[in-house]
């Protein structure tokens, strides 16, 4: 799944080639992925739109549209497989947006997880509600209270979108290796130069990240169609059976909250 880095980068790049673009019309080739409204109304609302600004919530963009007097927000979720591309062809769209000069966004999605929203205002929906902060606006002190107050382990509660928003499996993995903390490990264990260390290197891992582009390990693209090359910078996650960067001893891989944890269990404490 996209995480905030990917997601960032996506945001980045649309953001330079769309904001005062108009979308003249709207094509589905799948309506599965459209969530809200109708596709029939999804299609007739969207055409005419202007992209006045493009945000990032969490895994989420937001597309703010304007027509008239009229204001409307598109939410993108890429869940698994999802891709925005721009100019698309359309040939593995599901949904495309057509501009004024006929080129198209295109919203590929193999898996059919993702989800297109079309409403009124974004913050009435459930998913942004329940979102906790972002790790970029988080104090240690702050973030160290929160880890005491919850006793799962450490790795699914940074995957968690209601403790902390944008981090996912890999940059979970990724900055507890940096920070040398055990994944099984109990949040409320750790102790404040820990919790610190950690709040450090989950904001290094991640603008690290931003800055290669993202991780492309499984369908994750730009939006030119581009491979982001932090996958090459990997420390742990993929690499089960590897040496160590650190200590040369093996990678291990074990399942926690679902996922696959990748961890050095010499290193991480």
């Known amino acids: 799944m996209p995480e905030l880095p990917e997601v960032e980068t996506i945001k980045r790049e649309l953001k330079i080639m769309l904001i005062g673009r108009k979308i003249s019309s709207c094509l589905v080739h799948n309506p599965k992925v459209i969530r809200f409204p109708s596709k029939n109304k999804f299609t007739s609302q969207i055409a005419g739109c202007r992209i006045e600004d493009l945000s990032r919530l969490g895994k989420a963009l937001i597309f703010k549209l304007t027509k008239g007097q009229m204001i409307k927000f598109l939410v993108v979720h890429l869940r698994m497989s999802g891709q925005l591309i721009y100019p698309g062809n359309g040939a593995k769209s599901r949904v495309s947006f057509k501009f004024s000069d006929g080129k198209l966004l295109d919203f590929n999605d193999q898996r059919l997880l993702g989800e297109l929203i079309l409403i009124d205002d974004w913050r009435s929906l459930s998913f942004f ?122 990678i291990q891989r074990i399942t926690l909250a679902g996922r696959g944890t990748y961890f050095c269990a010499r290193c991480q404490r």
Do not use: W
């Open 129 to 250: 509600k329940r979102l906790g902060p972002e790790p970029f606006k988080l104090e240690p002190k702050d973030f160290h209270k929160m880890l005491k107050e919850k006793k799962s382990k450490i790795k699914s509660l940074l995957m968690d979108q209601s403790f902390i928003a944008g981090v996912g499996n890999i940059y979970a993995a990724e900055a507890l290796f940096k920070a040398k903390i055990d994944p099984k490990r109990k949040a409320c264990t750790l102790a404040k130069n820990e919790s610190k260390k950690l709040l450090d290197s989950i904001n290094s891992v991640l603008n690290r990240a931003i800055k290669l582009k993202g991780s492309s390990i499984d369908q994750y693209v730009r939006s030119g169609g581009e491979k982001g090359s932090f996958a090459q910078e990997h420390k742990v996650y993929g690499r089960e059976g590897k040496l160590c960067f650190d200590c040369k001893s093996p």
